[in-house]
């Protein structure tokens, strides 16, 4: 049973581009969690959702920043006009139901130039 | 407003000694539940532990123990007979019940690091 799986693992922008980090979760998981980790910091929560519908999105900033999981496919975290503050560790979680352990994917490492 | 404070910022032992991570935690639900995470160098997030507000039995799991007491709000981590293997930075969490769904409150972390 394959692990939550995050592509890509590395992802160079210049200011201004997008960037698209995406997640896949466990098999059999409906729930997926977007984190991020600024360098030197720990983890903050962004986004709560299940298939077609974001439940909790308190965490994610105002602007430039959105995510979606479609019926088909991974869940997708985009960042629009990227900044140098949006360098971060972003990681993805999965669980089967509310309130399950969350299993984190690798992560994909962004850095703005 | 849920919090999660690890007073420790960074611990370094020698291998073999047994070390204790602390963490302390804030919350206004009667239901919650509080996890631990290691994170190796390498960066992957790993689960180590989930404990409902309702189970304050202490658990043991080969040299890893934890202490559940809501008394103090505290569900401390032990590793016993430390390893280098064990250097990580470690991560208490909290999630309330259904008041917030299931976001995970993470502590700001605790670098442990185990010398030979």
Redesign the interface.
């Given at each position: 049973n394959a692990g939550v799986m995050q592509n890509p693992r590395h992802l160079v922008r210049r200011r201004g581009q997008e960037a698209r980090l995406r997640c896949s979760p466990m098999k059999g998981h409906s729930h997926v969690y977007w984190y991020r980790q600024l360098p030197e910091e720990g983890l903050k929560f962004m986004v709560y959702l299940q298939k077609e519908n974001i439940i909790d999105e308190s965490g994610m900033p105002k602007e430039r920043f959105s995510a979606e999981f479609p019926k088909e496919g991974p869940s997708i975290l985009r960042i629009q006009q990227v900044v140098r503050g949006d360098s971060a560790a972003y990681f993805c979680a999965s669980s089967p139901r509310l309130q399950e352990t969350q299993y984190f994917g690798p992560g994909t490492r962004l850095l703005v130039l | 407003a849920q919090k999660v404070t690890q007073a420790q910022t960074e611990i370094s032992v020698v291998e073999k000694e047994d070390v204790t991570l602390d963490c302390v935690y804030e919350t206004r639900d009667t239901t919650y539940?509080l996890?631990w995470?290691k994170q190796p160098p390498s960066?992957?997030?790993?689960?180590l532990i989930?404990r409902n507000s309702f189970d304050e039995q202490n658990e043991i799991s080969g040299r890893y123990s934890w202490n559940f007491q809501k008394s103090t709000s505290s569900f401390n981590f032990t590793i016993t007979a430390s390893q280098v293997v064990d250097s990580a930075v470690y991560?208490c969490a909290l999630?309330e019940?259904e008041t917030?769904?299931?976001?995970?409150?993470?502590?700001?972390?605790t670098q442990l690091t185990v010398n030979p």
């Open positions: - | 539940y996890f995470y960066g992957e997030l790993v689960f989930r991560f999630s019940g917030s769904g299931s976001r995970l409150t993470f502590g700001e972390g």
